[in-house]
């Protein structure tokens, strides 16, 4: 909790700033990664440390130090947009369970996240909105979410 | 104005209601396709008349009848992961466009509206993202949006 | 056999019928879904109870009350067109089996359900062609289909 | 008419002789071409000439004589399953439009075309099909196709 | 010309170097853009300037900069591999005609370029691959390249 | 290492020989596939002998007879362009493991190989490219590749 309110800070204080850009796009991404996991950090990027860790640097800095910190738009309804995205493309079944851990972080209900994955069927079709609420069903279970429709 | 409001109250009455299915499902799907397109109607149901009527009344029974009008997501939110996930699939322009006007119609700000656009380079590439942006390019352009990003 | 046949009936008198329109949806869905099955149900509409029951009713009703109930269209060709889709989308293996095994019930002979998949080959890639009959080699293996090419 | 009858006599012969198999492949494809444009020719194959002539050759040798031609599925089915597939994919409108006169040529009624394109609201989601609707009514219009649906 | 080897100068500058991270990563961005644009600069770029200009400079400093100036692998081969990709989506004609101008930039000879599209019928179907070779006619039009398959 | 040489000549035999073309197309398919299994044949092509083995002869004859085996363009640039393909359409990984393999046997570097998986992440999204690295980590741990990014 302690460390989700700093994160906090911290991307207020990395948007406001300038100096040092680097340092400053890596202590941003890593501060929003915290909100969205919770203060797990991604397993995603450790993974890459063996075989191509500079992709991880680049999900750290660029996806989310230059992308998702960005204040034009709060995190919960980027993180419903990503889960949109991925449950639409339906080519990314890891991504898409991270993502939906993303929103419930940054503050999605769970009917929120069932509303925009049912809402796929009308745009990107049944198989990919039933393939989402698999997705769905396994975050539910994982965190124990008693989920009454 | 008026009408806008008068659709929202049959949203609301319609979500309480059971009575007479069919003529609800209808009268809730105009209603919320009158919010999303500022009371204009779709064009694309109109142009369906002719060749596929049914596929034109299943847009507003079912799409926006059954799905787009649920309460447990706000149409605001519901319209930018249409957005989200239109720029991601890439193929489909014209809807895209469509669910850009449905998104600023629904309460969207024009910059979060360029936001999910641009976070789209990340989840889709910056391909899908380009072509987003142009369809968003002639949104503003038609509306005359002064946008100082 | 006789609930197949009793489908049938069903189906054809609600094509016929105009009256009560939830009630005559569902059950054209539910009969068109039990010749898709050959009775024995969706289990992905079961799956879905627990958290978002409203999609498996869009199934029934809808998808299959709806729209495979049309009559413009025999079954059999609409299962093999839903077989091609899916084989050429590539995303989603779990709904392609089961449509694999409703062109079957609905007609096709084991032959022409492996035709459409080879064809994909041309169309979408030979990738989506050779997933497309790994689904194809498990669903006759379940079904112990004897399929000298 | 001859020559439509003419080609397919060939494709009965090819199919059943062995010898010269480069011939024979293009000589079934040609004849299989002919049956889906009508005797027109394709234009696509034409277009190649200047810039890629062996990928011209594999339409006609390969996607037309060795896949499209078999004898295990008839050329209508064939022909809309392609349909169901390009419109899913939605990123193909000049072929989806070639394959709408194809499936026609070959002997499916308007409304089955119609039908196919339609039920891909379902699987692939009501943009893809509703582009896919744009393809049929340039067709219908382009034939002078009257339909009442 | 020279303005070419003045990029391809910095390049090698800015992958040595450490000092100075962002004004680093946009001269980078800028030395590879130079050499795939043949020193025109993006109008993609360019383009964004009105709405979306951080997109601009992220393609500029990450893709650009951070990705495609990389050292393991030589330009003409990334670009390459870029054509493969963006024929195979099939869902972005414009980056794909400055892709194929971008290879030839690098390096790569026009029957290159035709092959990698020509290739892609296998991995992604005859539909993909034709509008690939679309993209490639207009490209040697404008470029007036003479190409004798 | 014999057998790989062999391929090689009769690759090299059969594109200037024009005789008894089936056969030739054939040989030269299954030394193309030579060279890029590393003389061990392909395991696809194998398990469609009980199901669909004309999808299996296809993939000799015309997939890497016709078209991979072409003169025009290197083996290692076609597979390395094939991996960008896969990774980018992301709903293949059986396939695209198999062509990391054919990458590395067809002379390409591991690191090479990293590089255009990692690129896809500006064409095709991070998602996309992640889920390339997964595959690209299997094929390694496989083969016993050492790789120090």
């Known amino acids: 909790m302690i460390r989700v309110l700093l994160s906090c800070l911290i991307l207020v204080w990395t948007q406001a700033s ?3 850009e680097t340092a400053t796009r890596t202590a941003r991404g890593n501060a929003t990664l915290d909100v969205i ?5 991604s ?4 993974a890459l440390a063996d075989i191509a860790p500079d992709l991880g ?6 996806a989310y130090g230059d992308v998702v ?3 034009g738009l709060d995190l919960r309804t980027r993180e419903l947009a990503t889960v949109a995205a991925l449950t639409a493309l339906g080519n990314a079944a890891p991504q898409l369970k991270s993502h939906i851990k993303g ?3 940054a503050g999605a209900k769970p009917q929120e996240v069932v509303e ?3 809402q796929m ?7 990919a909105s039933l393939n989402g609420i698999s997705a769905v069903r396994e975050v539910f279970a994982e965190r124990g979410i008693e989920h009454a429709p």
Chains 1, 2, 3, 4, 5, 6 share one sequence.
């Not at 069927?121 to 198989?127: D, H, R």
């Open 18 to 20: 300038g100096a040092d």
């Open 37 to 41: 996991t919770g203060g797990k950090g």
């Open 43 to 46: 397993p995603a990027v450790a």
């Open 57 to 62: 640097r680049w999900i750290v800095d660029f």
């Open 69 to 71: 910190s960005r204040p």
């Open 103 to 105: 929103a419930l972080n």
């Open 116 to 118: 925009v994955v049912m």
């Open 121 to 127: 069927a009308v745009y990107a079709g049944f198989p």
